[in-house]
């Protein structure tokens, strides 16, 4: 920028200065003056209340007795959103996209959620992966944008959401694991954010030792939960397991996350994880999907799973 640009440029911010009681709210960013209405910046300090949607373990193309039709519980899962009393401002999938990592069963996946209308963010499941152990084809659909194997960051509603990808180089007995790069692009990302913003984390594989025996844990995830002390409000949302377990570590809050093809067993009920059959007509009451609710910095996470099964009136 020239001399002169420079005089202008200032030239005009302070005219604009001229309008500092009329409501407004300036900032500079690289450089550049902007203004927000004292309305606009209190909403950001606080937040603007809005809710997102979590679905998990769509396993498109399975097909076995534990469900012999995956996509059409996943259609029932997509219909179940659009029947939400409030619109969801967008949907996370937390992994396990498809069965088999193949392009049909991406582009099955897409084309269904895409009849919600609504924008869906989605990190990678171990089954995600097994076309070459990088996730080439899901990133090519559903990596725009992302970092590494999959991780990104973005911000609604005053909230900062936070994707981890912890199945790119699993460990022994199939744990989790986040790596050096990423951890590091995690410690770059958080230091810009306020210890009074909420964070969310998504991930596949739990970043809470739930039950390492089946690799329901990540081995490095206590590098990544420190960086996380600071915040007064954490929320991890993960996938992976087919059911719903909750603990609380400090100010973190951990949630999984039922699968909308089929269950697995209780930590150590059987011999191994896996698809666990249950009777044909009970199968949708262990399948389903979460609807969580941001009311602002003030208050927690409104955390709401819902079924597949039929609602019955009263």
């Not at 951890?183 to 739990?206: C, F, G, M, N, Y």
């Not at 208050?299 to 079924?307: G, K, R, S, Y």
Request: with cysteine.
């Amino acid at each position: 920028m020239s001399t002169s640009e420079g005089r202008t440029d200032r030239r005009g911010f302070l005219r604009c200065m001229g309008w500092a009681g009329t409501g407004l709210v300036w900032t500079l960013a690289g450089g550049v003056p902007t203004a927000a209405s004292v309305e606009a910046a209190a909403a950001e300090r606080t937040g603007v209340p809005f809710s997102f949607v979590q679905i998990s373990d769509s396993h498109i193309g399975f097909a076995k007795p534990a469900n012999p039709d995956a996509r059409a519980t996943f259609r029932e899962a997509v219909a179940k959103i659009a029947a939400l009393p409030r619109k969801p401002a967008f949907i996370v999938h937390t992994g396990d996209v498809s069965q088999l990592s193949k392009d049909e069963e991406f582009d099955d996946a897409d084309q269904i959620l895409k009849e919600t209308g609504l924008p869906t963010f989605f990190i990678p499941g171990e089954h995600d992966m097994l076309d070459d152990g990088q996730g080439k084809a899901f990133l090519d659909r559903f990596g725009q944008g992302a970092k590494g194997a999959g991780w990104r960051s973005f911000d609604h509603g005053g909230v900062h959401f936070v994707a981890l990808v912890n199945v790119a180089n699993l460990k022994a007995g199939g744990l989790g694991s986040l790596g050096a790069e990423q951890l590091a692009w995690l410690k770059d990302d958080l230091a810009a954010q306020r210890s009074s913003t909420p964070i969310v984390v998504l991930a596949h594989i739990p970043l809470w030792s739930l039950y390492p025996a089946w690799g329901w844990g990540t081995d490095d995830a206590a590098q990544a939960l420190a960086m996380l002390t600071r915040f007064g409000s954490v929320t991890v949302l993960n996938g992976h397991i087919h059911q719903i377990q909750q603990t609380v570590e400090g100010r973190v809050t951990f949630q999984t996350a039922r699968s909308t093809a089929f269950p697995q067993p209780a930590p150590g009920a059987a011999a191994a994880p896996g698809p666990m059959l249950v009777p044909a007509d009970q199968l949708r009451t262990v399948l389903g999907l979460r609807e969580v609710g941001f009311a602002g910095r003030r208050h927690p996470l409104e955390i709401a799973d819902q079924t597949l099964a039929a609602q019955t009136g009263a």
